[in-house]
């Protein structure tokens, strides 16, 4: 089995920055392609930002140039960094993972969320 987790998301000011960190642990034999969505209420979830394994990156047009995503592969775990952060930013995060498990099966995992809020 592979878990995911999301953490550091809060409510930060208009303007402000926020990092997300996003950690997969289990029987987890290598990954593939990291991603990050996001849902805001009454909204259809949006793909937000891709790394693949070798570092190549990819973002949504609502987020190109002030978002950044990054990966630890040593660590499994994969980072978004939030600059200049909007209210229409306000959503809850996702991060999904593309992994080979023990029994040599490659699948997609999803955390929980994480709330990230921007107001004044």
């Known amino acids: 089995q592979v878990q995911v987790v999301e953490s550091g998301g809060e409510l930060v000011q208009p303007g402000g920055s926020l990092r997300l960190t996003c950690a997969a642990s289990?029987?987890?034999?290598?990954?593939?392609?990291m991603k990050w969505y996001r849902q805001a209420p009454g909204r259809e979830r949006e793909l937000v930002a891709i790394?693949?394994?070798?570092?190549?990156?990819s973002y949504g047009n609502s987020v190109e140039g002030r978002f950044t995503i990054a990966r630890d592969n040593a660590r499994n775990r994969v980072y978004l960094e939030m600059n200049s952060l909007k209210p229409e930013d306000t959503a809850v995060y996702y991060c999904?993972?593309?992994?080979?498990?023990?029994?040599?099966?490659?699948?997609?995992?999803w955390g929980q969320g994480t709330q990230v809020t921007v107001s004044s």
């Open positions: 999904n993972v593309n992994a080979l498990d023990g029994r040599s099966l490659w699948g997609d995992y």
């Open positions: 790394v693949a394994r070798g570092g190549a990156t």
């Open positions: 289990g029987s987890i034999v290598s990954i593939s392609v």
